[in-house]
């Protein structure tokens, strides 16, 4: 491909990642917010999406470091079967979290637990980062799949570290807030 048609098609896939990352965005705030009319009965199966997210997590955690391993080895297939299946898992959490956050009701850390602190700390840099890391994985995927070795490791240097801080992190606040939903 010359350079001016990979030009073209990188800033076509950057304006889609930055749409996708917006789009995502808003979504997670709209439903945080608790403006789009719920189902008047929440469905049953609901209340085992928090503990599917924290299983989604922390498998994510294990295919991160797995992947880690294998391209220290240099075995990028392996590498690039597993981020794959990282992405593809990190994709069902964001469809089963954003379900969970429209159907069911907040569920808070108590305000007189000396915890507090530590998980509103930890949730609040969960966040911030989850919101983050979209937009980095988007784009070393990209570059990944385009065999742009060069971007890849460059975007990957800062989105690794992140990502698996958002899926380490996810399973520890669910640990944390798990003793306190009432369905």
């Known amino acids: ?39 008047e009965i929440m469905p049953s199966w ?31 297939a392996a590498h690039k079967a597993i981020n ?11 469809i089963s979290y954003i379900l969970y956050h429209w159907m069911a009701n907040e569920t808070t850390f108590p305000e007189d637990n000396s915890m507090r602190g530590l998980y509103l700390t930890i949730l609040i840099s969960h966040i911030i980062l989850a919101a983050l ?20 490791r460059k975007i990957v240097r800062f989105t690794y570290p992140i990502w698996l801080y958002v899926t380490t992190t996810g399973v520890i606040v669910y640990a944390m807030i798990s003793p306190y939903y009432k369905f």
């Open 84 to 94: 794959l299946t990282a992405f593809a898992l990190s994709s069902l959490f964001l």
């Open 1 to 39: 491909m010359n350079t001016t048609n990979q030009n073209s098609q990188d800033r076509l896939v950057f304006n889609l990642i930055t749409i996708v990352s917006i789009v995502v965005f808003i979504a997670v705030i709209v439903l945080n917010q608790k403006v789009l009319p719920r189902p």
């Open 133 to 152: 890391v979209l937009p980095l994985v988007l784009l070393a995927f990209y570059y990944g799949l385009q065999m742009n070795e060069e971007k890849h």
């Open 46 to 76: 609901v209340m085992y999406l928090p503990k599917l997210n924290a299983l989604i997590n922390a498998t994510c955690t294990v295919l991160l470091l797995l992947s880690l391993y294998f391209i220290k080895q240099k075995n990028i």
